[in-house]
């Protein structure tokens, strides 16, 4: 943090905050949200590790703020599983949910020599685009990502019992 805020210091375009993105109960920082009220539309650059990355991002994009793009490093698996197609293994709830708001696009595959120390994982840098509107009403959301997850938890079964229990 120290040597970006020296190399970035005077860029009137550039913001810096220390704080959890998350407020610990599975949604935004209270203060994150404030100071991205604030700056109107913004981009976002991050390093996003794998047990915040699906709730960061969902969440971002939940919050109806002004994003305009978002380039992450994620772990490949992640990458894999948000830019997957529908019927293939690593399609999942995380990938429905988030595709409700953006398009996401693998960029570039990173070793671990990349980083230091390297870690035991590759990583990708994945573009986020929200979309101009969702793909259903924002109002219908909460009940569109009960309904995925609850299709999700339940892949082996018959879909016609699912729909009846739903």
Do not use: C
């Not at 949200?33 to 990355?53: C, D, H, M, Q, T």
């Not at 830019?83 to 988030?98: D, K, Q, V």
């Not at 120390?117 to 990502?145: C, F, H, M, N, T």
């Amino acid at each position: 943090l120290d040597f970006a805020r020296a190399e970035l210091a005077g860029a009137v375009n550039v913001r810096f905050l220390h704080a959890d993105v998350m407020d610990g109960r599975g949604g935004l920082n209270p203060l994150l949200i404030r100071e991205a009220r604030a700056l109107g539309p913004f981009k976002l650059v991050s390093n996003l590790p794998y047990s915040v990355a699906t709730p960061v991002l969902t969440s971002l994009l939940e919050s109806a703020l002004a994003l305009q793009l978002a380039v992450v490093t994620i772990q490949k698996e992640l990458a894999e599983r948000f830019a997957a197609s529908p019927g293939t293994r690593e399609y999942g709830p995380a990938t429905a949910a988030l595709a409700y708001w953006a398009t996401m696009k693998r960029l570039k595959k990173l070793r671990p020599g990349a980083f230091w120390p390297p870690p035991k994982v590759a990583s990708e840098v994945i573009l986020i685009l929200p979309r101009p509107q969702p793909l259903g009403p924002r109002d219908l959301y909460p009940a569109y990502r009960d309904w995925v997850r609850s299709l999700f938890s339940h892949r082996r079964k018959q879909l016609g019992g699912l729909l009846r229990g739903i």
